[in-house]
């Protein structure tokens, strides 16, 4: 008889972080409570597809872009389509804003998404392949103050999670008054450099791509390029200095980077980035800005709108690298049955307390006291129940503030009230 043949466990793809308890629950609370911060913002729940067209990527990042020429997974379908998994949210929001015609409603329109995106990056600490985030996007008014709106929110957002270690950095792109005169400087300045072939022909299509180069040998090249803050109409002069006063109206911290280039082409005017020195080379933590054109460009209305994408992947060693612990109790209350007749009683009180909303769970199998209080501690229970024979014929259960290391009897019927009081405690 031949030897079976013997298989190796698989492997998460490079690249591609798990998330496991107990680290998973810092996952969750930091996208949670993005989530939540956008939601008291007005801002309301769009989900979209993982996978899009692939020319939805290339005309709304752009194609001069790393992430449309080098990073999407990109293949086709049966049906002979070229379709990409999604690489940032903001294309696909804008697609379905057209679809579905929510430029034609109350503006602006103010949507929010959280998920998986997907790009073909080197893997390393915070850059992962598949990076998690959470987006709003407020689509349909050229305000500053929906702007400064959208920065406070995201700045918020991190120190709801105690993060503090962060910067804000922020400046202006310009429009559409401005951009071809500044563009043509910077082309001219660039072209006079010893570019390579590559960075020249990006040059040509978007000079600004340049100056967001991370070569060290090209970014000191580019030191004494014009920058775009130096060329501003006068409608985006205005419109800066307006935001950036209601940021210092709302106390909210910032510093004005002349060099920031994000890595998305549709950008104009407003641009800001979070960064954090605790995560080394990969130290944005998240970023936005306003993209006026983007939506006609798209085949929608002529309509502006801002918007952000947070890392919930960096936001998580941002919170790590600072020693901040968002790990969290599984259950509040852990339910302790010896022998079968107390376990079927214990499934019943278990089950009540979930409909009241308390966490809780109960030790399964034939295990003693002992054992099952083991678990009850590693679970993080506030409170165990302990039910016997004794405790069923006396129609009570034993209610233990672990905690308080107090305990007392309680009729069954009076257990969920008994347990809020001292999870209330």
């Given at each position: 008889m031949s030897e079976k043949k013997k298989y190796q466990a698989h492997k998460a793809p490079k690249g591609v972080p798990d998330y496991v308890p107990p680290a998973s629950a810092g996952f969750v609370r930091v996208r949670d409570t993005f989530v939540q911060q956008a939601?008291?913002?007005?801002?309301?729940?769009?989900?979209?597809?993982?996978?899009?067209?692939?020319?939805?990527?290339?005309?709304?990042?752009?194609?001069?872009?790393?992430?449309?020429?080098?990073?999407?997974?990109?293949?086709?379908?049966?049906?002979?389509?070229?379709?990409?998994?999604?690489?940032?949210?903001?294309?696909?929001?804008?697609?379905?804003?057209?679809?579905?015609?929510?430029?034609?409603?109350?503006?602006p329109a103010k949507l929010c998404y959280a998920g998986p995106f997907f790009r073909y990056e080197r893997p390393q600490a915070g850059r992962y392949r598949q990076l998690q985030q959470v987006g709003v996007e407020a689509i349909g008014v050229d305000d500053p103050a929906l702007d400064a709106e959208v920065i406070a929110l995201a700045d918020r957002s991190y120190r709801a999670l105690g993060l503090s270690g962060f910067r804000l950095e922020i400046t202006s792109l310009g429009d559409a008054t401005c951009r071809p005169q500044y563009r043509e400087k910077l082309q001219q300045f660039l072209f006079k450099l010893p570019l390579d072939e590559e960075t020249r022909r990006r040059a040509e299509i978007n000079p600004l791509r340049v100056l967001d180069d991370k070569r060290p040998e090209v970014r000191e090249m580019v030191d004494n390029a014009p920058l775009m803050l130096d060329h501003l109409s006068a409608e985006s002069r205005e419109h800066f200095e307006t935001v950036t006063g209601l940021l210092d109206d709302m106390g909210v911290e910032y510093v004005v980077n002349p060099r920031l280039v994000r890595g998305l082409d549709y950008y104009t005017k407003t641009c800001f980035e979070f960064v954090h020195d605790g995560l080394g080379a990969q130290s944005g933590i998240g970023g936005g800005g306003r993209y006026d054109g983007?939506?006609?460009?798209?085949?929608?209305?002529?309509?502006?709108?801002?918007?952000?994408?947070?890392?919930?992947?960096?936001?998580?060693?941002?919170?790590?690298?600072?020693?901040?612990?968002?790990?969290?109790?599984?259950?509040?209350?852990?339910?302790?049955a010896l022998g079968a007749a107390a376990k079927r009683v214990m499934a019943r009180v278990i089950n009540d307390l979930r409909v009241a909303g308390v966490r809780a769970d109960m030790a399964y199998g034939d295990r003693g006291l002992k054992g099952a209080m083991k678990g009850a501690d590693r679970a993080g229970a506030k409170v165990a129940l302990v039910l016997g024979d004794q405790e069923i014929e006396a129609g009570t259960v034993a209610v233990k503030n672990l905690a308080a290391h107090d305990q007392r009897e309680v009729a069954l019927e009076s257990v969920v009230g008994v347990v809020n009081e001292v999870l209330g405690e």
């Open positions: 939601r008291t913002a007005g801002f309301e729940h769009i989900e979209l597809p993982v996978f899009e067209e692939t020319e939805l990527f290339a005309r709304g990042v752009g194609e001069s872009t790393d992430v449309v020429t080098k990073e999407m997974y990109t293949f086709e379908d049966r049906g002979g389509r070229s379709v990409s998994l999604r690489p940032e949210g903001t294309a696909g929001v804008m697609r379905a804003v057209i679809e579905h015609h929510l430029d034609r409603g109350q503006l983007l939506l006609a460009q798209l085949g929608g209305q002529d309509l502006s709108g801002i918007g952000y994408g947070l890392g919930v992947d960096r936001t998580v060693l941002a919170l790590e690298a600072e020693g901040i612990d968002l790990g969290a109790p599984r259950v509040e209350v852990y339910g302790v």
